[in-house]
């Protein structure tokens, strides 16, 4: 249940709080998306709308994620910059806050302190309602003092908004209104989509390989859809690995492309899976 209070806040079951001005900017991004259909159709503006969403869920994946969440690798300062600067064009805020709340996650997964426990505090919470509350506004700045020390980073995630209001003014001088819409808003609203499922869906459908002490699982549909997220389970179990598909079968394009570029001397030290972590539980309790 929610009730609307009488500074335009929404309030929650659950204590939180959503000011409705703060979700302004997400909506408007939503119903932007709609200008598509006011121009007509090219199949380049399909084929920019997807490449972005593509290009930008590995920076999401890789940067915001296995990097600086968890670093699985390692790179140069430089590149380090160039990542975050192309992850924060996904407007899912901060550098730093992305990966502070996510360690928070890690530290309390399925917990009454989780930020978004699907299991807990339902699917629109998980999914959405965390990232536009008043509740965690914040960077927790005790969580990621390894990266805050990097005042290049420290500047993108104060003016997070300057990498996706780059892109945007980029899209619309190249291709006008038309591209601004597709490559930019539509593109944006995927991603975000597309990202949020980790958080929910990621908790309630799919297989659990490993006894985790949450509810995390494997969905190999989410993992085709996040290029390689989807292997939640596996994560959730040994969450240090550049690599979420641990076995060939489970397809893990963020981890290919990290891999090629390791090759370039871009990324290196790609941290792997141990042998015996691979192995589910029941089996290494008969061995």
């Known amino acids: 249940m929610a009730t609307l209070s009488r500074?335009?806040?929404?309030?929650?079951?659950?204590g939180s709080?959503?000011?409705i001005l703060s979700t302004i900017p997400f909506a408007v991004i939503h119903l932007l998306s709609l200008g598509i259909f006011f121009f007509p159709f090219h199949s380049?503006?399909?084929?920019?709308c997807l490449a972005l969403l593509v290009v930008r869920m590995f920076f999401v994946t890789a940067g915001y994620h296995r990097y600086f969440s968890h670093r699985s690798y390692k790179t140069s300062r430089a590149f380090q910059f160039f990542i975050a600067f192309m992850a924060q064009t996904s407007a899912q805020k901060g550098v730093l806050w992305w990966a502070a709340h996510h360690r928070h996650h890690h530290r309390y997964s399925d917990q009454e302190d989780d930020l978004h426990s699907p299991t807990l505090f339902g699917f629109f919470w998980s999914h959405l309602g965390w990232i536009v509350s008043d509740k965690y506004v914040g960077t927790r700045l005790d969580y990621i003092g390894d990266f805050a020390k990097f005042p290049e980073l420290r500047w993108l995630n104060?003016?997070?908004?300057?990498?996706?209001?780059?892109?945007?003014?980029?899209?619309?001088?190249?291709?006008?209104?038309?591209?601004?819409?597709?490559g930019f808003c539509l593109s944006t609203t995927l991603l975000w989509h597309?990202?949020?499922?980790?958080?929910?869906l990621s908790h309630l459908f799919g297989s659990r390989r490993y006894e985790t002490t949450d509810t995390s699982r494997n969905n190999w549909f989410l993992a085709l859809m996040t290029l390689g997220?989807?292997?939640?389970?596996?994560h959730h179990h040994y969450m240090a690995s550049a690599r979420q598909g641990f076995f060939w079968w489970e397809i893990d394009i963020t981890y290919y492309t990290l891999k090629a570029l390791s090759w370039c001397g871009l990324v290196r030290d790609l941290r792997r899976v141990p042998s015996h972590i691979l192995e589910p539980q029941e089996q290494k309790l008969a061995a």
């Not at 380049?44 to 920019?48: E, F, P």
């Open 7 to 14: 500074n335009w806040c929404i309030r929650l079951s659950n």
């Open 17 to 19: 709080t959503i000011s």
């Open 44 to 48: 380049s503006y399909l084929v920019a």
């Open 158 to 182: 104060k003016y997070y908004l300057v990498p996706p209001a780059t892109l945007a003014i980029a899209l619309f001088l190249i291709g006008g209104l038309p591209l601004f819409f597709w």
């Open 194 to 200: 597309d990202t949020f499922t980790i958080n929910s």
């Open 229 to 234: 997220e989807g292997w939640h389970n596996n």
